[in-house]
């Protein structure tokens, strides 16, 4: 997607199951994929401190460029950035210090100057931008996989998540700036599902996208087929045919609610989710 009218953010294309609730990809442009990038490329010491309050205070509100980091003007009062400087008498000597006497004439080395890093490929500086091409459009997974997107490559994934009505599929645009970046940024450290977290303010309790079943007294164990069959038999479960799958939402109220049911009964998810105090 183009850049939009406001030059610190882009739009982003999402395609959403209606039914499952959850975002299946997304459709970016080479800006929205280099802005990823840099997010997610920043140190940890950055990421911590971005990730507080008073961190996003700087972002939205810079004195400064983060070294090296210019996609959507992305911005922070970081201190800690690598900065050079240079002898402007001889143009000889540099120093990642201002101040330092230059060996050769004397004179303070003081100038800022900036660091231009050379393409990996041929050793020359590259004329591009980023971390991408901007000919290829590109797929961003729930969970900020990137890859080249294609008609064949998005019907494998529909594949892949058993799509099989088309049309409780839907589009949507959204728009990417230091907010939701920073919202991608931190919920991609919590979780797979980040695009769906972010821009659909869902949190799934349905664990399959983790690899964990949990369970109704909300113990948790890793999940695969074999290991669902024989919870099935444990269940004495006869009749497939009288399986039905939900997805519900979790929220702060569902969250306090499965924290007050486990002290009090061991079907937790059955007396929170579904209504029913069954006994046990």
Do not use: W
């Not at 975002?23 to 800006?31: D, I, P, R, Y």
């Not at 004439?105 to 231009?116: D, F, P, Q, R, S």
């Not at 890859?147 to 959204?174: C, D, H, Q, R, Y």
């Amino acid at each position: 997607m183009a850049t939009s009218n406001n030059t610190n953010s882009v739009s982003l294309k999402l395609l959403i199951d209606t039914k499952g609730g959850k975002v299946l990809f997304a459709e970016a442009s080479k800006e929205v994929v280099d802005f990823l990038f840099t997010l997610l490329s920043l140190p940890v010491g950055t990421v911590v401190r971005l990730l507080t309050k008073n961190g996003m205070d700087s972002l939205l509100k810079p004195n400064s460029t983060v070294a090296g980091a210019n996609i959507l003007h992305l911005t922070y009062n970081d201190s800690n950035a690598k900065k050079f400087y240079i002898c402007q008498h001889c143009n000889r000597y540099i120093s990642d210090g201002s101040g330092v006497n230059c060996p050769r004439c004397n004179y303070n080395i003081a100038t800022g100057v900036t660091y231009v890093a050379p393409s990996a490929a041929t050793g020359k500086v590259s004329s591009v931008e980023g971390y991408v091409k901007g000919v290829v459009t590109y797929m961003v997974m729930d969970n900020l996989e990137v890859k080249p997107m294609s008609t064949i490559s998005s019907i494998t994934a529909l594949n892949k998540f058993n799509i099989k009505e088309v049309g409780a599929l839907e589009e949507k645009v959204v728009t990417l700036g230091m907010e939701e970046g920073l919202k991608l940024l931190k919920a991609s450290l919590e979780g797979n599902a980040v695009l769906t977290k972010v821009f659909l303010g869902i949190t799934y309790l349905h664990t399959y996208m983790y690899g964990n079943g949990l369970m109704d007294d909300l113990e948790v164990m890793p999940m695969s087929t074999i290991s669902n069959i024989t919870l099935l038999n444990k269940f004495n479960v006869a009749t497939v045919g009288d399986l039905e799958e939900k997805v519900v939402h979790l929220s702060m109220q569902e969250g306090m609610s499965l924290f007050k049911a486990s002290l009090k009964s061991n079907s937790v998810l059955t007396d929170v989710l579904l209504g029913n105090k069954a006994a046990r």
